[in-house]
Each structure stands twice: as structure tokens, then as C-alpha cells.
């Protein structure tokens, strides 16, 4: 930090400190306006502490301040919940999988299409499908789709829909890491399941094996950079899913995708991250995700088999 500004955030750290006993005192009064009034003038002092160090204007260094509270917030919230395995995580959630207001989950369907192309006529593999959310529309689409899950309620969900939809798709039930395919597929995708995965290499071998000269594979994922900050020794994230519960979630950075498919014979092709725009911020269904803005919270890649 310049002297200049040491100096300046100093004197108003004083200030700082100088409306702490008047902020007691306040509290001894039992006066909520006065005590609002106090608790506000606090802010306001450390919003300017705040902005002099970063250097940044008012408006960044308001909303900055205000995805820290989010994140804070949400980090007790964190320490309050209940571990369960990533199976039971989803099997509990797969009835309110579809209906959810995930924002992750919207802001990937929104680009996908564009990763997946023509599927008209395309053998299809959807690894970790869940609910069918894309098994069925890709099948829809005119597909022939296999899908691989290995959560009974998800895949009962799916099946369902498919049954609905007078749709042929087929399910099966398997961990998609141990899973081996007698056919070569034209597109694999695995949207939002490899930050399950402890031994990506594994599963990325599966993809190997399902795959021909041409394959395109998609994959999506809650971005590497939003679980990197969180992540312990072992790579294992803070597995923040569902709320009031946590699983395990890996942290696998993009480089580590692209080394492993080059390794196969694959070459990143396209590649986006889904970031919360300010097109989609005044959606009332996401205001719980306030602290997100602008961020990018996952990530989409598209890679294809060229040896």
C-alpha cells in the first residue's frame, strides 16, 4: 500500500475505533433508531476504509462489500449442514430437482444448445442424467439417447418423463466411472456431475472408450475458480449443493480437463463460462443469489476426438 494512502486509511480506522463506545452506548439505550443510526454511520466508515485500500470507486467498492456479506452469511449457513453421500444427496432431491430455482442450471441451459449442434439422427450418451433434463429433449430432437445414472429416484423421475414425452430412451443404472459401453457414440455429455468425481481420469477413460474419431464430449461444471478458495489438501471443495446439506465436490481445474482429453486424443473446441449477468439479476426467482453477480459461477467445454 502508498504511504499516502496507509496514512489516509489509518485516520479513518480511528474513526472507526472512536464510534465504537459511542455505538455501546447507543446499545444501552435500547433505541433501535439510534442504534440503526450509529450501526449505519459504522458502515459508511468502513465502506471508505474499504474503498481506499481497494481504489475503486464507490458503486464497485458498495457492491463488493455487499458480496461479502452474502458470503459470509452463506459460510455459517455452511457450517450448520448436514454431510450426506452425493447418491443420497440426490436421491432426496429428485423431486424437486426440476422445479428448483438454480441458477447455475438456468444460466447452462441457456448456451448448451449451441455446444450440443444437430442431434438429429446422433447416437447420444448423457453421463449422471439425473432427471432427464437433457436425455429427454435430445431424444425429442430425434437422438437415439443411452443414459447413465446411478440414483434410483433420478432415474425414475427420468423415466417417467420419458414414458410422458411417448419417448424411447434408454436408462440404466450404473456408477458412470465403472461404466463401459459396447458402442461408440457421435456426442457424450456430462452436464454438472464431474465435481462429484474424486478420480476424473476414470471417467474420462469411459468417455475414451464410448467415443470415435468425430466424438464431441460437453461438459459442464460449477466453475473450478468458485470451489478453488474452499478447497483442503485432499482437492475436495466444500460440497455446497442443496441447501442445509453438503457432499462431496471436487476441485478439478480447467487445465486438468484439457491435459486428460489430450491425453485421449480429444482438443478443447469450445469452452464458456456462465456468468450471472446483470440481463438475468433482476429475476425475482434468483435474488437469493445476489452475491453472484457478475461472477462466473460454471463453466461449459466442448471437446472433440480427433485421434
Not at 432431491?93 to 439422427?121: H, Q, T
Request: hydrophobic residues 35%.
Amino acid at each position: 500500500m502508498k504511504p499516502e494512502i496507509y496514512k489516509e486509511v489509518k485516520e479513518k480506522f480511528e474513526k472507526v475505533k472512536r464510534s465504537l463506545p459511542y455505538l455501546e452506548l447507543k446499545i444501552k439505550t435500547r433505541n433501535k433508531k439510534e442504534i440503526e443510526d450509529s450501526v449505519a454511520y459504522l458502515v459508511y466508515l468502513l465502506h471508505r476504509v474499504h474503498k481506499q485500500v481497494m481504489e475503486v470507486d464507490s458503486s464497485a467498492s458498495i457492491q463488493e462489500l455487499h458480496n461479502r456479506l452474502w458470503w459470509f452469511r452463506n459460510q455459517k449457513v455452511d457450517d450448520e449442514r448436514k454431510f450426506v453421500d452425493v447418491n443420497k444427496l440426490y436421491q432426496s432431491w429428485a423431486r424437486k430437482y426440476d422445479v428448483d430455482n438454480n441458477l447455475l442450471i438456468f444460466l447452462e441451459e441457456k448456451v448448451s444448445k449451441e455446444f450440443f449442434g444437430d442431434v438429429d439422427s446422433k447416437m447420444v450418451l448423457d453421463l449422471g442424467c439425473g432427471t432427464g433434463r437433457y436425455s429427454i429433449p435430445l431424444a425429442r430432437s430425434g437422438a437415439e439417447v443411452t443414459s447413465i445414472d446411478f440414483t434410483n429416484a433420478m432415474l425414475k423421475r427420468a423415466r417417467e418423463k420419458a414414458k410422458k414425452s411417448n419417448l424411447d430412451v434408454t436408462f440404466k443404472k450404473f456408477d458412470i466411472s465403472k461404466y463401459k459401453s459396447d458402442k461408440k457414440f457421435d456426442l457424450i455429455i456430462s452436464m454438472l456431475v464431474l465435481e462429484h468425481v474424486k478420480n476424473l481420469e476414470k471417467v474420462i477413460s469411459v468417455i475414451n472408450k464410448a467415443s470415435k474419431i468425430g466424438t464431441n464430449v460437453v461438459i459442464s461444471n460449477i466453475h473450478p475458480e468458485m470451489l478453488r478458495k474452499d478447497v483442503d489438501e485432499k482437492g475436495k471443495a466444500k460440497g455446497w449443493i442443496l441447501s442445509g446439506k453438503k457432499t462431496n465436490q471436487y476441485y478439478h481445474p480447467l487445465e486438468k480437463y484439457v491435459d486428460l482429453f489430450f491425453e485421449k486424443g480429444f482438443v478443447l473446441t469450445k469452452v464458456k463460462n456462465l456468468v450471472y449477468e446483470k440481463k438475468y439479476q433482476g429475476f425475482r426467482k434468483f435474488k437469493k443469489f445476489a452475491g453472484l453477480k457478475d461472477k462466473s459461477i460454471g463453466i461449459i467445454m466442448r471437446f472433440e476426438k480427433i485421434k
